[in-house]
């Protein structure tokens, strides 16, 4: 190698990469910021909750079973999922309608 090729070399790779795209400023003050971030804290499920969770995954695990089953308990398992998707939607309506009032007021 010339000693061209090295000084150029050399004045390459001290100079910055003007395709970088890591702000050193910010870098900075992002390791001065030790903050640690948490999750919001959701409310404790009620004994409610619990057993609509339970009846859906039941209903699901009966009607996706790769066993055959007793068509009787199938057909159970199908309303039983059919009536807690109109639970849930009758539920979320009433959400919607009480956020609607709360901001109206």
């Known amino acids: 190698m010339s000693e061209a090729s090295v000084a150029v070399a050399a004045h ?18 992002m390791k001065e910021n030790n903050e ?7 409310e404790k499920p009620t004994l409610y909750d619990k057993i609509k969770e339970t009846l859906a995954i039941a209903s699901q695990l009966i009607i996706a079973a790769p066993v055959k089953l007793p068509p009787k308990i199938v057909v159970v398992a199908k309303y039983v999922a059919l009536a807690l998707g109109v639970l849930e939607a009758v539920e979320s309506a009433a959400r919607k309608e009480r956020r609607e009032n709360d901001e109206d007021e």
Do not use: D, G, M, W
């Not at 640690?36 to 959701?42: K, N």
């Open 12 to 29: 390459i790779r001290s100079a910055p990469n003007p395709h970088s795209f890591i702000n050193h400023k910010t870098t900075k003050s």
């Open 36 to 42: 640690t971030v948490e999750l919001p804290e959701a």
